[in-house]
Structure formats: C-alpha cells, structure tokens
C-alpha cells in the first residue's frame, strides 16, 4: 500500500524505495534516491532510465545514460543500427576506436576494422584479423614489432595448427609460454633450442626437460644443469658422478653453500680427488669443514694456500673449539712455510697464538718493516734478540734507522753482551772502512758502559775488549785523532804527530800502523819527495818482513806493492 511504500525511508530500504519510485515513473526521485542512499544500483537505475528515454525517443538523452551506465557499447549500436551515420558521427565524436573496429567486423567491413583496430593499438585483434584472411606475413610482422604477448601467443597457435614448428617455437617464447614451447621442442626433436626454453621456465618444466635429455642418454650436461637449476641438486649430482661430467659438477660444486650437507661435499671432494682435480677437492673439503684433511691434501699434493683459502679455514673461537681452532692454525702456518709462503704462514702462527713461529717465518721472508713492528708490538725478548740479529745482517753501516733499532732491540732484552759485541763491530767499521778513530774510541767507550752493566760472567773476546782501554792506548787514538783533524788545517804538523807517534811502543794496539804510513805516503807524494816516500815505504816493509821472521829483506815486487 502507498502507507508501507512511505515508511521505506525510515526503515532505510532504499533500494525498494528506488524500485517503487521506478515503477511509479517517478524517475528524478529513483535517480535521487540511488545517488544519494542507493549507491549499489546507481548503475542500474541509470541503465533503466536510459531504457525509458529511449521508449519515449529522446535518442540524445538516452545516450547519455546508456554511458553512465557504463553499456554504451552494447546499447548505442543497438539503438542506431538503423542509423549507421549517426552512430559513425557518435564514435568518431567519442574516440572509441576499438569499439567501431569491433562493429565493423561484426559486419564483415575488414578492412575498415583492421584501420580502427590498428588506431586502437588493438595488437590480438589484429593479428588475429590478419590470421583469418589469410596475411599470415603481415600478422608476423605487427606481432614482432609490437612485442604483446597475446598476439604473439595467438599467432604461435597459428603456426602451430598449420605445422610450422620453428615460428611457433619462436612466438610461444615471445609469449613467455614456455611450456608449450618445451612441449612443441620434445615433440619436434629441437634439442638444442629445449635447453633454452627450459631455463627460461618453471621448476616444473625444468625438470620435464631434463628427464627428456636423461631419457634420450644425449647431452646429460644438460641434464645435469637442468636437474641442478630445479633444485634437485642429489639427482644433479649422482647424474653427474654417474656419467663423469666435469664441468657441470664444477657449476654445481660452485653453488654449494656452507650449509650443505657435509657427506655430499666430502663425496663431490673424494670425486674431484680420485680425477686428480686437487684445488677443487681442498675447496670442497675447507665448505665442510673438514680443515685437517684438506690441509693433509694440500701438503700430499702441492695444492697451492691462497690468501682466500687460509681465510676460509681461519674460523672464529665460536664456529670451533679453542684447542681444535689453535691446531688447525698451527697446520695451516706450517703448510705455508712448507710452500714458501712466510708473510701468510706468520699471519696464521700469530693467530695461533705461536709469536716464536711467526717470527722466524717473518725472519724468512725477510720484510724488515714488518719484522720491526712484530718485535716491537710482542715486546719478548727472544724476538728483539732474533730481530736484532736479523738487522745485522743488512746494510746497518749505511742506514742510520737500522742501527737505532738494534741498539733498541738488544737495550729491550737487556742483552749487554750482545750490544757490547755490537758495539765493537761497530767500531771496527769505523776504523777499518773511514779510519774514524775518535768515533771508534766513542763507541767502544759505550761498549764498556754495557760491560759494567753486565753481570754475567764475561766471554774471553768481551775481556779482550775491556782490555783495550789502557790509558797509553786512550791517549795514543786521541793523539791520533787530533792529527786526524790537522790533515787539512796544517799537514806540516800532522806529519810531525806520525812520526812521534811510529816512535811509541806497541802504538799498533791503539792505530793500525798501515794508516800512519799510508797518511805519510799520501803526503810526501802530494808534495813531490818521491824519496822520502820511498823511505817511508822501505820502513814500512821491513816492519812488516820484521814480523813475518823473514830477516827484513825487502824484495822489488813489495817495494812496487
């Protein structure tokens, strides 16, 4: 009754309220009611409304609502299809191209629907339009120019149903419908192109072609790689094993984690070690954790320690047990040394907590700026002395650094023998290579410093040493050292201090008499006395014959000489 229609919007029923408004004509209000409070059946009132418009002939308006209700497409065509040129005005007016181009096949105009579909960029349609007229080539080339999936997939079926495998091969990998390509590559024998396909795929698919390749006993590589790109990583490899392939097992063992199961790595290990792929089985060895046996290997084969490889087996105190962790480092340094490798094999004795070992490796490798920081960092007495000792075997003489850090090093292990005795050497330098007495009487000064600190038990040769500092022998290297410094200044004189000095006994304890001759030799000869130069050179050598018991005869071959 009109009572219950009236208490519709109380009870919120506005749906039914839309629905009687409709069917009492009461359009404006149904239109209302369904944009306000009846949003679900907007549409279609609008549709309905348009119904209604074009029962009473006002075309323009129906129109209208036939396109907000979204069934233009479908309804306005109907509505003029006795009137083809106002419906050609209307699309052209509203740029719906696909629409037309789908009018105008369903009325068999092909040619005017190919123009819009391809206004449309309506790819499918017009490969597919071109399919049934027979323009096969044309339909190729819009499919490959466009790249759509859809027309590429269409056409593949195309060139399937009519048996060219190839093309159809070609677009179904366009499509990215790849497992019809695989099925169409089985089918056709196309093996090589299968193995593409099957890569480019699913799991699935994978797995279908590498049973194919398994099944046909060809190309087991293929099989191998497939199987391992599936994830079935156990068939890949006994498949491998099985048929020997090296360089697919290579690609997998590549992609091994470290988290693989330890018996399949020691197996791909035992593989690679029984086809004397050495380097291989050690890498796969060190992934399982397997440190000792692949260090046994490394030494039983000559297989080279990289740096990389030393890191992998370098593992923290949490991934092993301390005791086990110290062994395995100890191995490692040890096979370093054996290698030649002395930087890497001290790197790995010092994280094995060896000092000592690493030292004499360092000591092996011969990288001075790295002996001296390792001395210096470990601060041990044993190593300043092997650092020392090391240092002495350079060029100290000529390198001012080099003898401030033995100094240091032998100071640091309070080994006052040892400065001692480098301090004569040291001295002796002085005096045999620059005839530097007065730096020489210095530094033997400080090595008898060091021997008063010494309270050991003196050596015979440190004794010898205390025993060169009498005072006639002081003042003889000072006298000496003064004409040292009058060579230049005044000749005359040096010559003068020479000659009184060659008067003094046992003067050869303090100066070598060779370098008081050759001074007044050099000398006499600069000042053109040929004859005093010859007398001081037979004085020279009868002191000489003197000594060696001879009688003092001096022959003409040692007065040229």
Known sequence: SQCQWSNMPSCHRFDLLNIFYQASGRWQEALETAEGHDHINVKNTYYRYAKYLE???DTPQAIDYFEKSDTHRTEVPRMLQDDLSALEVYVNKKKDKWWWAQYLETQSEMDSALHFYDCAQDYLSL?????????????????????????????????????????AVHFYIRAQAYNNAIRLCKDNGLDDQLMNMALLSNPEDMMEAACYYEERGTHMDRAVDLYHKAGRVSKALELAFATEQFSALESIVENLSKNADPALLARCSDFFNTHSQYDKAVELLVTAKKYQQALELCVVRDVVITEELAERMTLESKDLPEEERRTVLQRLGDCCRHQGNYSLASKKYVQAGNRLKAMKSLLKSGDTEKIIFFANFCRQKELFLMAADFLRSLDWQNDPEVLKTIIHFYTSAKAQDLLADFYEAWAQVNIDEYQRYEDAMNILTEAAKCLTKEKKKKKPHILLLQMCFPAVAQRQRSTFSLFCRLCEENPGFAVQICEALLQEPDVDHAVRLGDIYGFLVDHHCQKGNIHLVTVTVLKKETLVHSERGDGGHVSDEDLLL
Do not use: P, W
């Not at 339909?139 to 495998?165: K, M, P, Q, T, W």
């Open 127 to 167: 490969v597919r339009l071109h399919c049934f007229m027979g323009s096969s080539q044309k339909a190729f080339e819009i499919a490959h120019a466009s790249g759509d999936r859809a027309a590429s997939y269409y056409l593949a079926r195309h060139y399937e149903r009519h048996n060219e495998v190839k093309q």
């Open 55 to 57: 029962s009473t002939g």
